[in-house]
């Protein structure tokens, strides 16, 4: 039997599926979730397989990964989310003061209009950027509008000994004793701007440490493989992409690049912010999105 990946929902409206990067879960959208629930969204935020209570998949890869993210999907537009709650119970609500985060929808008003016939709205993170490419090269008709946060279409070099010595680096400090919480408190300092929220920081290292430390060695492996630069082309969705003006692991220059292969997108850049961008600057943040879910076709 497929399993469904575990997730968080609040809201009715137009679906909001997000996924999370790495070192996160679905906590990691908690400020997300509650502000596009408030602006007339379903928002839902997803374990991906291997975090949270989600089951972990087998080879763990971005296929499988994407195939597990299309499940959910049809699971959410065919209507059956309230008997997957049913069976097998409803993940814990996101804190409702996580960080601020009360953007009001652009002009006040609350959505209304369902794009589940049409697909739903897809936003992704970091590697939760990398699945939702994946997914919606996969299977294009379950997106209506996307958005890609501090991601890329491709993970640094096709070379094998860089690959390896990426990996080695960042699983070195587990090899040596370090809890996820220890390896958390050293990494998400180099991960944000100068202009983030505290609350933000503080939530983004508590979901790292929460993370197993099987399923973060397994994420980086599948990380490094990434590739869908020759896809780009094919996304025929509007389409947002946001970078973080210090943002290291996904620059701007990368994802401006990115935007000019995408026929309707829409580029913005957070300036003070780093690869974190949901969590460092929430209200800006979500203000980005809900402008460009009520103004899809203007292009920036």
């Known amino acids: 039997m497929t399993t469904i990946p575990t997730f968080t929902t609040l809201g009715r409206g137009p679906t909001i599926l ?17 502000t596009y629930a408030s602006a007339g969204y379903r928002a839902v935020a997803w374990d991906m397989p291997g975090y949270g209570h989600s089951a972990p998949i087998e080879p763990y890869t971005f296929k499988g990964l994407a195939e597990a993210c299309i499940r959910l999907i049809e699971a959410l537009m065919a209507g059956d989310l309230e008997r997957h709650r049913d ?28 794009d589940e016939r ?21 299977r294009p008709d379950l997106v209506s509008r996307l958005i890609l946060c501090g991601t890329s279409p491709s993970f640094g070099k096709p070379d094998g000994d860089w690959q390896r010595d990426f990996i080695a680096s960042r699983t070195a400090p587990l090899d040596a004793g370090q809890t996820m919480a220890e390896l958390a408190a050293t990494l998400v300092p180099q991960m944000i701007g100068p202009g983030s929220l505290p609350e933000g920081v503080t939530l983004a290292s508590h ?74 600057a929430p209200e800006e943040f979500d203000a980005l999105v809900l402008d460009f879910l009520a103004n899809p076709g203007a292009v920036h």
């Open 207 to 280: 979901c790292m440490a929460q993370v197993h430390p099987a399923t973060y060695r397994r994420a980086l492996q599948a990380l490094v493989t990434f590739d869908r630069r020759a896809s780009l082309a094919g996304i025929h969705v509007p389409t947002l992409l946001v970078a973080g003006e210090h943002d290291r692991n996904a620059p701007p220059a990368v994802m401006q690049k990115m935007a000019e292969k995408i026929a309707r997108s829409r580029y913005a850049e957070m300036h003070g912010i780093g690869h974190l961008q949901n969590l460092e």
């Open 118 to 138: 049409g697909g739903l709205i897809l936003l992704g993170h970091s590697m939760g950027g990398m699945v939702a490419q994946e997914v919606v090269a996969r």
């Open 18 to 34: 997000m996924l999370h990067g790495i070192g996160g879960g679905h906590l990691a959208f908690a400020p997300q979730v509650e």
């Open 87 to 114: 069976e097998r119970g409803e993940p814990d609500r996101p804190p409702r003061r996580a960080a601020p985060s009360q953007a009001s929808p652009p002009g006040g008003q609350r959505s209304t209009r369902s």
